[in-house]
Structure formats: C-alpha cells, structure tokens
C-alpha cells in the first residue's frame, strides 16, 4: 500500500460508479425478485446491468493512457514484467476468489472442494487478460495500427463465432455457441460455469477476444482527453463518437445481435458507446458545471477497486459458505432476518445496498489513512 498519487477525478468517479453498481447488482437479497434493470438479459438484448462489467473494462483503459506516461521513460523490461505481473495476479486472485474457502458444505458437513471442480474463467481472469493484451498492443502499436487492430479483432470475433460452431447448430444460441465448444476442449465442463443450466461460461476465452476492444476504447478516450484539455470542443466530439458508436451498433445487431454472455461485437459498440457519453457527463457535471459535493461517494469505490470489488465478493462467498444450525445459509438468514419483513424487491435492493455500504465504509477508512492497494 502506498500514499496516493495525483489522480483523475472524472475517472475515479467513473470507475466508483461502475464498482458500486457491481455490488449491487451481485448482492441482491433475493435475485428472484429483484427489480428487472437489475438482471442480465436472458440472451440476446440489453439491460443496465450489462453495461456494469465493460464499463470496468473501459475504466482499465482509460487509466492505462495515463499510465504510458511512466512506461515511457522505463525499460522495456521493467514495462514488461510490470505488465505480466499484474495480468499474473489479477488472473490469480479471481481464480483463488473462486475456489476460495477451498471447502465447500455438502449434505449437512463441509468437505474438500477439489481442485477438478473449480471454475478456471470469471470476471477478474477477463480483466486479466484483457489488460495485458491491451497494455502490450499500447506499447508496441501506434495508435492507428492499435485501433485498426481492434476493428480487425471485432470483424474476426464475428466470423469465428460462425465458423467454430458446430455444424447444424445454431451458432447465437447457448448450446451451440463457439465459446463454450472451445472451453470445452480447452479447460473442460468441470472447471466451467454452469449457472445457466449446462456448461458455459459467459467469460470464456474466446469472448475475451472482442472484450479486449473495451479496453482499447478506453484508452482512446482518456488519450485523447489528455490530448484535448478541458473543452467543450473535447466533450462535443466524444458525445458524437458516443452516438455513432451507438447507431453502428444498432445497425450491426440486425445480424449480429447485442448480447453480454456472447460479449458479441455490436455488445462493444453499444457499451462503448454509452461509456462515452456516461464518461462526458460525468466530465461535465464535475469540470464544467463545478458539481463535485456529489462525487466523493463514489471516489472512495474509485481509488480502491480492485480491493473493495474482491471484498464484496469474499462477505458474499463467506455469507453462503457458513450455514446456520439447522442448514440454512447465513446469507438467506441475514436477508430473511433483517430485510424479511419489507420483502419483494426492494427487500432485495436493500440488503445489496447494505453489503455496498459496508464495503464503501471500508474504502472510506482506507482513504482517510491514505491506504491503495495496487496489484
């Protein structure tokens, strides 16, 4: 842990916002009823809740364009370690959260969870992944050759999703989907997600490959902010790329639907897209209007987010861990005894408010002591 540095407010809250978001929509008391904005859609289509994960992804990117800045003057080698070591333990620490108590409570008793089981991809492996390829293509590629690439990987996630499928099946569909054909062959069912009835995991390998692009369009965004300066010229433009981003993307969804578990290309375009206009009103309610007495709230998700994200997962992980004496999880006790009598969902919303809270309190003791966990 370390003193803070100089940082960007816009980003930090953006960021804040995404992190709050995340813990929210994963927490709820009772998912059965939660309010529908806070569900993934099904399949194809879009919720707000789909825009929380590549939101995140996007906030990597943008923080990456001020990180160049001190690669510049670094190394090859320290640049190169610096960015292994951080896909190594980020990649690290989603698989341990997943395995993580490394027992698991089995017909009334707690017993080894073995290694053949455990999940091998998850949201933190995707962040993983996505910013070391990322991070290599900001070193070594000019920024036109990185953006052509990126449309280039878009265009190839496409096609591949076509041409990986299995023959006769329907390649958009959960069963006969190319992610999960490769996953398959790669890791095998037993070390994949099966939340949705078989063996899939929404953050597959090859989904990765387009998820890549939200990072890449990130960095676009906080270069060129940097470039730019404080203008309305700068928050002009980016509100257009915004609406073009969108328009692209409804169009590419006529044949190439929006869907999050597919993490399909026109997905991209579309979270992009409504990133960068998340992004510039966020720019402009906090550097033009002068609004800020709001944005501490979600400064202090912003400045520890990796931390505060992996200690909502660890209280959820530990709530449905431990059971009470007669084989109920603490997590449906805590809900039933403390949100029970207002129940629905804004029981559900409440308690997810609640997990959200204890964390944002965490994170406020640790930026009063000017402690920030950096991976």
Not at 65 to 77: A, D, E, G, I, R
Not at 250 to 267: R, V
Request: net charge positive.
């Amino acid at each position: 842990m370390t003193a803070a540095a100089t940082r960007f407010k816009a980003l930090d809250v953006f960021r804040g916002l995404t992190v709050c978001l995340m813990i929210i929509v994963n927490t709820p008391g009772d998912g059965s009823v939660s309010f529908s904005p806070l569900h993934h859609a099904k399949w194809h289509g879009f919720t707000p809740t789909d825009l929380v994960f590549p939101s995140f992804l996007f906030a990597v990117g943008n923080a990456m364009s001020f990180v160049m800045l001190k690669w510049s003057s670094m190394p090859q080698s320290q640049v190169l370690l610096k960015i292994a070591k951080r896909t190594f333990l980020i990649f690290l620490l989603g698989y341990l959260m997943y395995w993580f108590p490394f027992v698991k409570y089995q017909d009334g008793a707690y017993v080894a969870f073995p290694f053949a089981e455990t999940r091998v991809f998850g949201v933190l492996q995707r962040i993983a992944l996505c910013y070391g390829a990322a991070a290599l293509m900001v070193y070594y590629l000019k920024p036109k050759t990185m953006y052509w690439l990126s449309a280039g990987m878009l265009l190839l996630y496409w096609g591949l999703c076509y041409w990986l499928a299995p023959a006769g099946a329907d390649a958009l569909s959960l069963e006969g989907n190319a992610t999960a054909v490769l996953d398959k062959w790669l890791i095998g069912e037993a070390h994949m997600y099966h939340g949705d009835g078989i063996a899939f995991d929404p953050e597959g390998l090859l989904s990765t490959l387009p998820a890549i692009v939200n990072v890449v369009a990130g960095f676009a965004a906080g270069r060129y902010i940097q470039q730019q300066g404080r203008s309305y010229e700068m928050l002009a433009k980016l509100l257009m790329a915004g609406a073009v981003l969108l328009a692209a993307a409804y169009a590419w969804d006529l044949i190439f639907p929006i869907n999050k578990k597919l993490w399909t290309s026109s997905f991209v375009l579309h979270t992009v897209g409504l990133d960068l206009l998340i992004l510039s009103v966020v720019m402009y309610v906090l550097d033009f209007a002068g609004r800020n007495r709001w944005a501490y709230f979600f400064e202090v998700f912003g400045k520890n987010p990796l931390f505060i994200y992996l200690l909502s997962e660890v209280i959820a992980i530990l709530l449905w861990f431990f059971h009470t004496a007669d084989g109920q999880p603490m997590y449906q006790w805590v809900y039933q005894t403390v949100f029970g009598f207002i129940g629905g969902p804004i029981g559900s919303l409440l308690f997810a408010l609640a997990v959200m809270m204890v964390c944002w309190l965490t994170g406020y003791v640790m930026d009063k002591r000017k402690w920030y966990v950096r991976v």
